[in-house]
């Protein structure tokens, strides 16, 4: 079958020019090596219906704006894809990552990241807005840590800087390198422990009766003890005195701890991002008191199965497989 081509502006000009010189749609349709339908529906779809006139150039905007609205419409009619999209977005993913998942998970089909954008902020689908809600904020407003600030005395002993860690820890080439963190809640003494895989961006939360030494070290301990000896090469903290036990936790993991500079989160960028992520499901505020260990281990698991543009729209979870099948 012959590809259809749109009419183009020098077209529409043409016709305008032969209609006002009182010829026939075959005609035209000749002039154009187009078909008299063809001409017939510009006719009818494109001519000004407030002064029942075809005018080339309001008629090649109204086609043009036709297209646009089409383009967003129809790919989502399909009824797979529009499933495959709302539920991803109620997980929480980005468009960004549905669209490029969305091949991998489903042979033969596409979507564009734009194209769900413009679904979403549609004026016409005026019944979807709900999932705007769905959306990650591009941009979270975040304090500026370290401006004007003293450095505090550290709490620390035997620390090791992250100067000494190996350079290649950098380069995300072997998995067992390690970045850990903590989440407070203003409404309790409950916080949570997020520990993230470099390479594969692995992330294993849990739930802190408080943010103390001890819990925090139990915690790594458990989460880490169970894995092959090639997963646990480095831990990277920062110098919250939840990290004074590091040396206990090195003794029961053989896993090497290094610590960042003071103020430097960056030096933890792996680990800072993923609890924006993270904030995305247990928004500031919340009391994690309230939130249960079974909760915990399902926002790990969603965020565990999330596609990472990162990782070539591949999950943790599957980037992760080479260890994390022995302890899942």
């Known amino acids: 079958m012959e590809k259809y081509n749109h009419l183009t502006l020098a077209e529409r000009d043409v016709i305008t020019t032969m209609l006002s010189e009182k010829h026939t749609l075959?005609?035209?349709?000749?002039?154009?090596?187009?078909?008299?339908s063809t001409?017939?529906?510009?006719?009818?779809?494109?001519?000004?219906?407030?002064?029942?006139?075809?005018?080339?150039?309001?008629?090649?905007?109204?086609?043009?704006?036709?297209?646009?609205?089409?383009?967003?419409?129809?790919?989502?009619?399909?009824?797979?894809?529009?499933?495959?999209?709302?539920?991803?977005?109620?997980?929480?993913?980005?468009?960004?990552?549905?669209?490029?998942?969305?091949?991998?998970?489903?042979?033969?089909?596409?979507?564009?990241?734009?194209?769900?954008?413009?679904?979403?902020?549609?004026?016409?689908?005026?019944?979807?807005?709900?999932?705007?809600?769905?959306?990650?904020?591009a941009h979270r407003k975040r304090k500026t840590k370290g401006i004007g600030r003293k450095e505090r005395k550290t709490k620390i002993p035997n620390r090791i800087p992250i100067d000494l860690r190996p350079s290649s820890v950098e380069k995300r080439v072997h998995y067992g390198h390690w970045?850990?963190?903590?989440?407070?809640?203003?409404?309790?003494?409950?916080?949570?422990?997020?520990?993230?895989?470099?390479?594969?961006?692995?992330?294993?939360?849990t739930k802190l009766r408080r943010k103390s030494a001890d819990a925090t070290c139990k915690a790594i301990v458990n989460r880490l003890?169970?894995?092959?000896?090639?997963?646990?090469?480095?831990?990277?903290?920062?110098?919250?005195?939840e990290n004074?036990?590091?040396?206990?936790?090195?003794?029961?993991?053989?896993?090497?701890?290094?610590?960042?500079?003071p103020y430097c989160s960056w030096e933890r960028g792996t680990n800072e991002n993923l609890n924006g992520l993270i904030r995305w499901y247990l928004p500031k505020g919340t009391d994690f008191s309230n939130i249960s260990d079974e909760q915990i281990e399902h926002i790990e698991s969603l965020i565990n199965n999330r596609p990472r543009k990162c990782l070539g729209f591949k999950k943790p979870i599957e980037v992760a497989s080479p260890f994390v099948a022995l302890h899942y």
């Not at 003890?225 to 005195?241: E, M, Q, V």
Request: hydrophobic share 30%.
């Open 179 to 205: 970045e850990a963190d903590s989440l407070v809640s203003r409404q309790s003494l409950v916080a949570l422990n997020s520990l993230v895989e470099r390479k594969s961006r692995l992330l294993m939360l």
């Open 26 to 36: 075959s005609e035209i349709a000749k002039s154009l090596g187009r078909s008299k």
């Open 39 to 137: 001409i017939s529906r510009e006719l009818k779809l494109n001519s000004s219906p407030e002064y029942k006139l075809y005018l080339s150039h309001r008629a090649h905007g109204r086609a043009v704006q036709r297209r646009k609205k089409a383009s967003t419409r129809l790919r989502l009619k399909n009824n797979q894809i529009l499933s495959y999209v709302t539920s991803k977005l109620k997980e929480g993913w980005s468009p960004e990552q549905i669209a490029g998942r969305i091949c991998i998970d489903h042979k033969g089909v596409s979507i564009s990241h734009e194209a769900i954008y413009q679904y979403i902020y549609h004026p016409e689908t005026e019944g979807h807005k709900d999932l705007i809600g769905c959306l990650r904020r």
């Open 244 to 261: 004074a036990m590091h040396e206990e936790i090195t003794s029961s993991t053989g896993i090497k701890c290094f610590f960042t500079h």
């Open 225 to 241: 003890k169970n894995l092959p000896k090639k997963a646990r090469r480095t831990l990277t903290l920062d110098n919250g005195t």
